[in-house]
């Protein structure tokens, strides 16, 4: 079992930053993969970035160059740096770990971009 808490989340303008965090009650190292998903209002969850156990990253288009995903093993913490924010990233931010075959999420931060 694993839980996860998400935190970091808020208002934000457009071009603003924020950081999202997510700690694991487990070990990081144990986990195979852990990711960020984002659901909108009236849109289906999409991933958003993940992490693998190498530390291979990868992202949607719409976030490359703009948001990172790190992790910090010695907190047990995965991370989401968020740069320009656009009204488009607002979203409900779910983390995700996918561990010995089971998935895990957090209960999800909210991101509104707005002026």
């Known amino acids: 079992q694993v839980q996860l808490v998400e935190s970091g989340g808020g208002l934000v303008q457009p071009g603003g930053s924020l950081r999202l965090s997510c700690a694991a009650s487990?070990?990081?190292?144990?986990?195979?993969?852990m990711a960020w998903h984002r659901q909108a209002p009236g849109k289906e969850r999409e991933l958003v970035a993940f992490?693998?156990?190498?530390?291979?990253?990868n992202y949607i288009d719409s976030v490359k160059g703009r948001f990172t995903i790190s992790r910090d093993s010695a907190k047990n913490t995965v991370y989401l740096q968020m740069n320009s924010l656009k009204p488009d990233d607002t979203a409900v931010y779910y983390c995700?770990?996918?561990?010995?075959?089971?998935?895990?999420w957090g209960q999800g931060t909210q991101v509104t971009v707005s002026s």
């Open positions: 487990i070990s990081i190292f144990s986990i195979n993969i």
């Open positions: 992490i693998g156990s190498g530390s291979v990253t």
């Open positions: 995700n770990a996918i561990h010995q075959g089971n998935n895990y």
